[in-house]
């Protein structure tokens, strides 16, 4: 049985004649082939589509010099670590490492 995975990506589009951005959200199929690679297909709107960064048309201008981008993720905040927690933890790890069980 092969792996597969979907998960929706938001793109940026600027197009460089008349600076218009718009955003765009894609499903992407992941497959794995089962040797280290992977497939992916992508729908817009419940339909097959092309790769993002490829052959889009500014909806203001009609020009196809436009340039796609994914959206950036958002940093999480960062977590406090409580030490005693912390230092349980790592012991625990080491050991089950010595023990080759992790």
């Given amino acids: 049985m092969r792996e597969s995975w979907t998960n929706y990506e938001v793109w940026v589009y600027r197009c460089n004649r008349c600076t218009t951005t718009w955003r765009e959200e894609y499903k992407a199929r992941h497959v794995a082939d089962g040797h280290g690679g992977e497939a992916v297909s992508y729908e817009h709107?419940?339909?097959?589509?092309?790769?993002?960064?490829?052959?889009?048309?500014?909806?203001?201008?009609?020009?196809?010099?436009?340039?796609?981008?994914?959206?950036?993720?958002?940093?999480?905040?960062?977590?406090?670590?409580?030490?005693?927690?912390?230092?349980?933890?790592?012991a625990l790890v080491l050991r089950?490492?010595?023990l080759n069980a992790y």
């Fill in 96 to 98: 089950l490492r010595r």
């Fill in 45 to 90: 709107d419940g339909h097959q589509c092309t790769s993002p960064w490829c052959d889009h048309v500014c909806p203001k201008c009609q020009s196809q010099n436009v340039k796609a981008s994914p959206t950036p993720w958002k940093q999480a905040a960062n977590v406090p670590v409580q030490a005693a927690h912390y230092n349980e933890d790592l």
